[in-house]
């Protein structure tokens, strides 16, 4: 699973109510959840990386986007709604390594 990318309902502060996002699922931890990077459409984001159907090894991606690298959270397998593409093995590592080199910020 790690590399894909799905539709997941993420809740807003309140706990109640959610949207069905897109995120990148980059790291399974030791509770079986995932680690993921969320999609943005809004490209002022400094820590951004802009998002192309040129990173997928299949799936689609409609509409241009951004992961918002400095914007990581954890997720349970149950909150996963769709999965719509998974990303190729050359970009995951690009997108690992922006990771890492905001971490050393």
Same mark, same amino acid.
């Given at each position: 699973?790690?590399?894909?990318?799905?539709?997941?309902?993420?809740? !807003?502060?309140?706990?109640?109510?959610?949207?069905?996002? &897109?995120? +990148?699922?980059?790291?399974?931890?030791? !509770?079986?959840? /995932?680690?993921?990077? &969320? !999609?943005?459409?809004?490209? $002022?984001?400094?820590?951004?990386? $802009?998002?192309?159907?040129?990173? +997928?090894?299949?799936?689609?991606?409609? =509409?241009?986007? /951004?992961?918002?690298?400095? $914007?990581?959270?954890?997720?349970? $397998?149950?909150? +996963?709604?769709?999965?719509?593409?998974?990303?190729?093995?050359?970009?995951? !590592?690009?997108? /690992?390594?922006?990771?890492?080199?905001?971490? =050393?910020?």
């Amino acid at each position: 699973m790690v590399g894909s990318i799905y539709l997941a309902k993420i809740y !807003f502060t309140d706990g109640v109510k959610f949207k069905l996002r &897109p995120i +990148l699922l980059i790291k399974e931890n030791s !509770f079986g959840d /995932y680690i993921y990077i &969320p !999609f943005t459409t809004n490209s $002022k984001n400094k820590n951004s990386m $802009k998002f192309t159907n040129d990173f +997928l090894q299949n799936g689609n991606f409609n =509409k241009d986007s /951004y992961l918002i690298i400095d $914007k990581t959270c954890t997720i349970q $397998k149950s909150l +996963l709604d769709k999965k719509i593409a998974h990303i190729n093995e050359s970009s995951l !590592f690009d997108i /690992y390594d922006r990771y890492c080199n905001f971490l =050393k910020v």
